[in-house]
C-alpha cells in the first residue's frame, strides 16, 4: 500500500504537494530543475506538481492564483523569471503559502531566497575571450522579463572592461533564450561589415542556435567565431565543437530550493540555516580560441 499525497493531506489544511510554477522557455533547464526538487521532495514524502505558465497572458494571475488554491499547495518552488514577479508573490503571501525563489540576485528573506550570482560567471567569460585576445566581441540577451539578462549582461560588460574593452551596442542583440532566438541573432551578427570574432549568448539554448547559424555560414567554430554559452545544460557537452560555457548548477538549485521549503519537516528552521552558496564557474572546451591573424 502507497499512500495518496492528497489524501494524507486531507487530515490537514494543505496537501503534500510542493508546486513547481515556471516561465522559462528552455525545456532542458525546466527539466534539470524539476530532477533538482524531487532530489529534496521525495525524500520528504511530498510529490511534485508543475505549474508551467505564461507571464504575458492576461491569465498569467488568476490561473497562478486558481492552482495555488485549488492544490492547497505545501509550498512552491519558483525559478526565474517568475521568481521575480512581485505579484505572484503576493499572491502566494494572501494564500498563506510559503515559497522559495530561484534568482539572479537577492529578491527576498534570506529563508526565501536561493541567488545564483548571474553577472560573476558572465564576468568569467568575458574574462575568458579577452585573454584570448578578442575585442570584437558581442553579446545575446535572454527577453527583458528576465532579470538574469540584465545581470549577465552586466557582469560581462564588467568583465571586458577589466580588459580595457567595451561592449559596443551595435553588437548586443535580444534573444528569447531559445535555439531559434539564437540562430536569428547570430545571422544578424554575423552579416555585419565587421562581424564579431567571438558571440557570448545569454544561455546554451541560443549559443547552440549560434553554432548553426556559424555553419550555414561557412565558418568554422572555433577558429572563425568563437562562441561562449551559460548554464552549461548537457547538451553542452554534446554538441560539437563542446560549447565553453558558464556552469550554473540548476539541478543542485532546485534541490537547495526544495531543501529550504521543506526545512520545517526536519525540525529545521528555514532562518537559521547555512545559506546555500551558488558560484557560476566557466567550463572552457573547444568552441572558443584565440582569433584569426
Known amino acids: 500500500f502507497t499512500p495518496d499525497p492528497q489524501a494524507r493531506g486531507l487530515a490537514f489544511r494543505r496537501s503534500f504537494l510542493v508546486g513547481m510554477i515556471y516561465d522559462n522557455p528552455s525545456p532542458n533547464y525546466v527539466v534539470n530543475m524539476q ?13 511534485l506538481v ?4 505564461n507571464r504575458a497572458s492576461p491569465t498569467f494571475l488568476n490561473e497562478v492564483r486558481n492552482f495555488v488554491v485549488r492544490q492547497k499547495l505545501f509550498g512552491v518552488v519558483m525559478p526565474p523569471s517568475v521568481s521575480e514577479d512581485d505579484r505572484v508573490i503576493e499572491i502566494l503571501k494572501e494564500a498563506d503559502c510559503p515559497y522559495v525563489r530561484i534568482a539572479s540576485v537577492s529578491l527576498d528573506e534570506p529563508a526565501c531566497m536561493v541567488v545564483t550570482h548571474d553577472h560573476r560567471g558572465a ?3 568575458a574574462r575568458h575571450l579577452a585573454e584570448l585576445g578578442h575585442a570584437r566581441v558581442a553579446f545575446i540577451s535572454g527577453p527583458d522579463t528576465f532579470r538574469s539578462s540584465f545581470e549577465r549582461g552586466r557582469g560581462f560588460r564588467e568583465g571586458l572592461a577589466e ?8 553588437y548586443v542583440r535580444k534573444g528569447a533564450y531559445t535555439f531559434e532566438s539564437g540562430v536569428e541573432a547570430a545571422q544578424s551578427l554575423l552579416s555585419m561589415d565587421q562581424p564579431p570574432t567571438a558571440i557570448f549568448a545569454g544561455n546554451d539554448e541560443m549559443a547552440i542556435g549560434v553554432m548553426k547559424a556559424a555553419r550555414d555560414a561557412g565558418l568554422d567554430v572555433p577558429r572563425d567565431l568563437s562562441i561562449v554559452g551559460f548554464d552549461d545544460l548537457p547538451m553542452a557537452s554534446r554538441v560539437w565543437p563542446n560549447l565553453t560555457t558558464v556552469r550554473l548548477p540548476i539541478r543542485d538549485m532546485g ?8 526545512a520545517g519537516l526536519r525540525g529545521l528552521d528555514p532562518a537559521t540555516l547555512v545559506q546555500p552558496v551558488v558560484d557560476p564557474s566557466l567550463i572552457v572546451r573547444e568552441s572558443t580560441a584565440a582569433p584569426r591573424g
Open 35 to 47: 530532477q533538482g526538487v524531487l532530489d529534496a521532495v521525495r525524500g520528504a514524502g511530498l510529490e
Open 123 to 125: 564576468a568569467q567569460a
Open 255 to 262: 534541490r537547495m530550493a526544495a531543501e529550504k521549503l521543506t
Open 163 to 170: 580588459h580595457g574593452l567595451t561592449l559596443d551596442d551595435a
Open 50 to 53: 508543475v505549474h508551467p505558465c
